[in-house]
C-alpha cells in the first residue's frame, strides 16, 4: 500500500513538519500532527482504540515520510481523503507466514470450515470473505454464515473480511481437518453506516465466476434517499445496472428487459409474489428485518429457477444472541419498531419487527366525507427465531405476515398480502458437507369488496404453495466444490370467487381452482481449474406437472373454444420438463482485473397477465396449462472488472443477449372480466433483449457511491399484435443512468444524493382520431412505437447523528425526493377539450414533485 | 356496468396524492386518413343509415368528414335495398325496417374498394323500467350527490344476450358508451347502473330532479358487442390501458367501424326529487 499514493500539488501529505514524539498511543500521535500541521486524520473506532505506540523524530520532514516511516512496522496505512487523512487498520501489512519447507513434499491437504457471526449479534455472516493473506486461496460464506476451505497441511494465517465488519487475521496450524467458527466485530458506525474499512484486493471477487450479480449488504443502502424516507431495498437495487424501475405508482421492475412477473422475489427462502405495499410505493421488504439481498440478473446459479429474468434473495436478520435490543423508527406515514434479544445467550435469539403507516389518521382530518371515511394503510410483522442444537445443527423459524387495506367511502374496497412461513434446518454432515432442508409456506389473496346501491360483490382470489426445498453444498478438495439438491411445490391457485348480493341479477361465480406440482433437482460444480481460471457448470431440471381436478380447453385462432376435457383429482393433465443448463467461467486476467463469460437457461410455469399500464394487485397470476407452455430463455453474457486506484474503485462492464420463448399477452380485444378460460384471452410469442452494462463504484473512503449506465433493447413478436411485426416491449429502455453518492462530512452529517435519468416507456399513441356514434375514439398504428418523455429525477438526502452513547444512539434523517420538481410523466392521456369539444388535447398525470419527509431512527 | 369499477378506487388513491395533470404539446405521427363505417338497422322507420367518414389528424378541428359517392346497400333474405345520400357521408333507406331473427348483409363501394358486413337482429328483450340512484361518493362540480341512471330488464334465459344502452338527459345524447353481456346475469332480472364520469364537468350531462331522462336499449349481436367493448378498453385515450388499439370491427376490407341490426325498446321519465 505504501508509496502508491499519488502526491497531488497541495497534498497534505506534502507538508513539512517538524515533531518528535516518544512512545505516544497512535490516537494521540495523530492529535498532535494534526495540531502541529493542520491535517486532520479520519479512522474508525479499531484506530482510535489501537494500543500501538509511535515513536517520531522529525525535522523538516514532509507529512508522507513521517507516516511511512512511523507506521512501517504496524497493520495500519493511510490514503489521502480530500485534505484529510484516512488512517486504517491493515491487514495485508502483517507479514507473511515464511515458505513451507521443503521437507514436505506433496503435502497433505485439509479442510476448515466452520461459520462466521458477529460478536455483537451473533449474528451470522453472509458473504464474509476468508483468504489467505497472500490472497492465493480463498471461499467465502454461503447463506447461512457457513464455509469451508481446503489447505495443505502447516501454518496458514486466513484474513477474514466483511462488509461493515473489521477485517480480522486468524493464525490456523493445520495438521487435520478442522472446525473454526469465527466471530468478527461490527465496525464503529452502527446507525450512521459509513463503511471505511480496507478494501481487499479483488473486492468484487475477480475470481468467481458468478455474472451479473450484485450484492448488497443492508447497511450498505441506508444512506440512500428514498421517497418518503423509508429505505427500500427495492428501490436501491433500482439503481444498479440492467434493473429497472416500472416508473412510480408501480412496485415493479424490469430486469434486462424481462417482464416484472419474471423476477423471482424470495425472503428467507419462501416465494413473495407481490412485492409492494399501496400499489408500488413500498416494498413489502422492510429493512430493519433484512440483513442481505443477493440479485441475479439471468445468470441465475443451478439452485434457483422458475423465473426467467432475476432472483432476488433476500435474507433476514436471524436476531441478536448476545443481548436484546429495541430499534425504530418514526417517519412521515409510518412507523417501525424491531425488537430482538437472546432466548439462550450465544446460542439461540429472536426477533420481530413491524412497520404500520398511519397515512390513514390524516385522512380524518379531512372535510371531504368520502375522504373522511376512506382507509389506505399497510402493516407487515416479521418475526424470526433460531435455535444452536449443538455444532453442527441449526434450526430457524422465520415468518412473515403484510396486508394493505385501501377503501373508499367505508363501502368500496381492497385487501391484499402475503404470508410467509419457513422452517428451516442446517445441518454440517463434516467439514466438507453443508445440507439445508426448509419446509415452506407462502400465501397469497386479495379481497375487493364493491357496494353500489342495493348490490354487494365481493371477489377473492389466492396462490397459495407447499414448498420442500433441500440444498446441499460438498466440498470435494481444493479445486472442486459441488452443490446439489432437490425443490418441490405444490401450488394451489383459485383464480376468483365471486359472490354477489342485491338486485343486480349477478349470479355468483366460482372459477375453477387450479393444481400443479413443480419439481427440480440441481446438481452444479464450481472447479478451480488453475490459479486464474474457474468454471461453474450445472444442470437443473425442472418437472411442471398440471394436475386435475379441473376442466382444460382447445382453442382456436381467434379465441373460441373448440372443445374441453375433464380431469379428475390427481390426474396428471401435462408434465412439461425443461433442461436448465448453466455454464460461468471466469479468467482472471491479472491481480486487478478479470473477464467471465456465462451461458443460463430458465423456464418459467407462472405467469402474471395484466393489461393495466401500473402493475395492480389484482394482476393475474396463472399456470401453465395445456395451451399456455412454459416460458423459456436463453441468456449469453461476457463481463469484464476491474479494479482500479488500489482497489478503491471497482469497474464492471457486462452485455448481454437473451433469447426468450412462449412469451404471452392479453389479446386486443381480450375482456379480463370474465368466466371463460384465460387461453380464450392470450396470444403467444418470442421476444429478444440484449443490452450493455457498466457500473463505476467507489466503496471507501468519505465519498462512495456509483455510476450506472445501460444501453439497452427489448422486443416482441406476437401473432395477431402489431400485425405480426415485432415491437417494441412496453420496457424497452434504451438509456438507464443512475448517479449516486454518499458523503460524510463528518462525524455528525451523512449527505447523500441520486440521480436518475432514463428513456420514457415505450407506449403506443393515437396517430388519429374518428368519430363513432358522435364521440371521439383514436385510431392507433404500431404497438409500443412512441416514448414518454425521458424520465429525471434528482433525490436528496441527509442524516445527523443525534445521540451516540454505547447504549443508546438516535438520528434524524431528512429527504427532498424529485428535489428540483421535475415534472415526470405517469402517463400521458388524450381527451376532448373541457371548453371545446371539437379540440382533442394529449395530457399528462404527474405524481410527484418535491416529496419532503422527516424521519427519526433510534436503537438501545 | 358489471365490470366492477376497482379503478375508480385506485383514482381515489391516486387523487389522495400529489397528481396532477396539464396539458402539453406532444408531437404524435399522422396516419392518414382511414375510412370509418357505421351502418345500422333498426325495427324501426328510419333506423336503416350508413355513415361513411373519414378519420382525422389529431390535432385536427374535429368533424364528422363525411365522404360522398360510395354505392351502399344492404340485403336480407334475397331482397336488395339501396341506400341514398341525404347529406354528405350519409346514406339512408326509409322503407327497411328490421325483423328479428333475419340476418342483414351491408355491402359499401368506394373507389375501387369493397367492404362488407354481417349481423343478424337479436330477439327483443324490453327495456322493464328505467329508475334514478344516489352514488355511494360521486359529487357533481358544485358538490351536490352525483346520481345515476339504472336500467331494470328480464334477461332470456336460454340465449346469450347483448346489450347496449343510449342515454339522453333532456333530449342530449351523452357520449358514453354503455354495453353489458349476460356472461353473469344470464336468465336474472338485472338492474344495471349507467356509470360514466363527466370528465369536463359540463352541466347538461348530470342527472337533476326536474330533468327529462330517456334510454334507449339496442339488443346487439355478439360481434358487435365485442366491438363496442374492444372501442371502448383501448380506443378512448385513457391512458390506463397498457395496450391501446384500434377495436375488432364485423366490417371486411379494412375499414373502422362496425355494422349493427338491433331491436329498440324505450323508456322515458321526469328525473324525481331525491
Known sequence: ?860 | MHTIRFSAILMILLGLLSSCDKVINLKLNNSGPQTVIEGTVSNEAGGAKVSISQSQNFYDETSFTGISGAQVTVDVDGTVYNFDPTAAGVYQNSTLIGVPGHTYHLTVKLNDKTYTSTSTMPQVVKLDSIYVVDDEFGTNKDKTKLRVATVKYQDPANEQNYYRFIEYIDGRKEKSLFVDDDEFTNGQTVNSRLNFSNDNDDPAREIRTGKQLMIEMECIDAAVYKYFFSLNSNSTGSGNSAAPSNPTSNITGGALGYFSAYPITRKTITVPAN
Do not use: C
Not at chain 1, 704 to 722: C, F, P
Not at chain 1, 776 to 782: A, G, K, P, Q, S
Open chain 1, 1 to 860: 500500500m505504501f508509496g502508491n499514493l499519488r502526491a497531488f500539488a497541495q497534498s497534505p501529505l506534502d507538508k513539512t513538519i517538524t515533531i518528535k514524539l516518544n512512545n505516544v498511543p497512535l490516537r494521540q500521535a495523530l492529535d498532535k500532527i494534526t495540531a502541529a500541521t493542520g491535517v486532520r486524520f479520519t479512522y474508525n473506532e479499531s484506530v482510535a482504540a489501537s494500543n500501538i505506540k509511535l515513536t517520531i523524530n522529525a525535522k523538516e520532514q514532509s507529512l508522507k515520510q513521517v507516516l511511512d516511516a512511523a507506521l512501517a512496522n504496524y497493520p495500519y496505512s493511510y490514503s489521502q481523503l480530500d485534505q484529510d487523512i484516512l488512517i486504517r487498520y491493515d491487514a495485508t501489512k502483517l507479514k507473511k507466514p515464511v515458505a513451507e519447507p521443503a521437507a514436505k513434499p506433496a503435502a497433505e491437504k485439509f479442510t476448515i470450515s466452520g461459520t462466521v457471526t458477529s460478536k455483537q449479534s451473533g449474528e451470522t455472516i453472509i458473504g464474509a470473505s476468508i483468504r489467505l493473506v497472500d490472497g492465493a486461496q480463498g471461499t467465502s460464506t454461503n447463506g447461512y454464515g457457513f464455509y469451508s476451505i481446503t489447505l495443505p497441511a502447516g501454518d496458514h494465517q486466513l484474513l477474514i473480511s466483511a462488509i461493515g465488519q473489521k477485517s480480522l487475521i486468524v493464525p490456523v496450524s493445520l495438521t487435520s481437518d478442522q472446525r473454526l467458527n469465527i466471530t468478527m466485530e461490527d465496525n464503529a458506525q452502527e446507525l450512521q453506516t459509513v463503511t471505511i474499512t480496507a478494501t481487499q484486493k479483488g473486492a468484487r471477487d475477480l475470481k468467481s465466476p458468478q455474472m451479473g450479480v450484485e450484492k448488497l449488504n443492508i447497511k450498505e443502502i441506508n444512506d440512500v434517499p428514498v421517497l418518503l424516507g423509508e429505505h427500500d431495498v427495492m428501490k436501491t437495487i433500482q439503481l444498479f445496472p440492467g434493473i429497472k424501475s416500472a416508473g412510480e405508482g408501480s412496485g415493479g421492475f424490469y430486469v434486462r428487459g424481462g417482464a416484472t412477473d419474471q423476477n423471482l422475489l424470495m425472503l428467507d427462502e419462501a416465494t413473495v409474489y407481490n412485492a409492494y405495499h399501496l400499489l408500488g410505493f413500498f416494498s413489502t421488504f422492510n429493512s430493519d428485518a433484512i440483513k442481505n439481498v443477493s440479485i441475479y440478473k439471468g445468470d441465475m446459479p443451478a439452485q434457483y429457477g422458475g423465473r426467467l429474468s432475476s432472483v432476488i434473495d433476500v435474507k433476514m436478520n436471524d436476531g441478536n444472541n448476545q443481548k436484546f435490543g429495541v430499534s425504530g423508527g418514526v417517519g412521515m406515514i409510518a412507523a417501525r419498531l424491531n425488537i430482538e434479544g437472546p432466548i439462550q445467550k450465544g446460542k439461540s435469539s429472536f426477533l420481530i419487527s413491524a412497520r404500520r403507516t398511519y397515512a390513514d389518521a390524516f385522512l380524518k382530518l379531512s372535510k371531504d366525507t368520502v375522504v373522511k371515511n376512506s382507509k389506505l394503510y399497510f402493516y407487515d410483522i416479521n418475526a424470526k427465531a433460531n435455535l444452536v442444537l449443538g455444532d453442527k445443527d441449526r434450526i430457524y423459524i422465520s415468518g412473515y405476515l403484510g396486508k394493505d387495506v385501501l377503501s373508499a367511502n367505508n363501502v368500496n374496497g381492497i385487501n391484499w398480502g402475503n404470508t410467509t412461513a419457513t422452517l428451516r434446518w442446517n445441518h454440517i454432515f463434516n467439514n466438507r458437507f453443508f445440507s439445508n432442508t426448509s419446509f415452506i409456506y407462502s400465501n397469497y389473496d386479495y379481497e375487493i369488496k364493491v357496494k353500489q346501491d342495493v348490490n354487494t360483490y365481493g371477489i377473492t382470489s389466492r396462490i397459495k404453495d407447499w414448498n420442500f426445498k433441500e440444498d446441499m453444498q460438498y466440498d470435494i478438495g481444493s479445486d472442486h466444490s459441488l452443490s446439489f439438491g432437490v425443490n418441490s411445490v405444490y401450488h394451489t391457485i383459485k383464480p376468483g370467487e365471486i359472490s354477489a348480493t342485491g338486485n343486480s341479477g349477478f349470479i355468483s361465480q366460482k372459477l375453477e381452482t387450479r393444481y400443479a406440482w413443480d419439481n427440480a433437482a440441481y446438481v452444479s460444480d464450481t472447479w478451480k481449474a488453475t490459479d486464474r481460471f474457474t468454471l461453474t457448470y450445472g444442470l437443473r431440471v425442472s418437472a411442471f406437472s398440471i394436475i386435475g381436478p379441473g376442466t382444460y380447453y382447445d382453442v382456436d385462432a381467434d379465441g373460441g373454444i373448440t372443445g374441453s376435457k375433464h380431469y379428475n383429482s390427481g390426474q396428471i393433465v401435462k408434465t412439461y420438463l425443461n433442461l436448465e443448463p448453466r455454464v460461468a467461467a471466469a479468467f482472471q486476467l491479472n491481480d486487478i482485473s478479470s473477464i467471465k463469460a456465462s451461458y443460463a437457461r430458465n423456464a418459467q410455469n407462472l405467469h402474471l397477465v395484466s393489461n393495466s399500464t401500473a402493475g395492480s394487485p389484482t394482476d393475474k397470476w396463472i399456470a401453465s396449462t395445456n395451451l399456455i407452455k412454459p416460458e423459456l430463455a436463453d441468456q449469453f453474457s461476457v463481463g469484464y472488472y476491474r479494479d482500479l486506484a488500489e482497489h478503491k474503485y471497482e469497474f464492471t462492464f457486462e452485455t448481454y443477449y437473451k433469447k426468450l420463448q412462449n412469451q404471452l399477452d392479453y389479446r386486443n380485444d381480450a375482456n379480463i372480466f370474465t368466466n371463460q378460460p384465460i387461453e380464450t384471452q392470450l396470444l403467444y410469442g418470442k421476444g429478444r433483449a440484449y443490452g450493455a452494462e457498466f457500473l463505476l463504484r467507489k466503496k471507501t473512503g468519505r465519498l462512495t457511491g456509483w455510476i450506472s449506465y445501460t444501453l439497452s433493447k427489448s422486443e416482441r413478436l406476437i401473432d395477431g399484435i402489431n400485425n405480426n411485426q415485432w415491437y417494441n416491449a412496453r420496457q424497452d429502455r434504451t438509456h438507464d443512468l443512475a448517479i449516486v453518492g454518499i458523503y460524510k462530512l463528518n462525524e455528525k452529517w451523512t449527505l447523500s444524493a441520486n440521480f436518475v435519468l432514463y428513456t420514457g416507456d415505450a407506449v403506443t399513441y393515437p396517430s388519429g382520431k374518428y368519430l363513432v356514434d358522435g364521440a371521439t375514439y383514436y385510431y392507433y398504428t404500431n404497438r409500443n412505437a412512441s416514448r414518454l418523455p425521458t424520465y429525471n429525477r434528482l433525490d436528496l438526502g441527509a442524516t445527523k447523528q443525534l445521540k451516540k452513547t454505547k447504549k443508546y444512539s438516535s438520528e434524524i434523517n431528512f429527504s427532498l425526493y424529485n428535489a428540483y420538481g421535475n415534472r415526470n410523466a405517469y402517463r400521458i392521456y388524450f381527451r376532448d377539450n373541457k371548453t371545446d369539444p371539437n379540440k382533442t388535447e394529449a395530457v399528462r398525470t404527474t405524481l410527484f414533485t418535491y416529496v419532503p419527509s422527516v424521519t427519526y431512527n433510534f436503537k438501545f
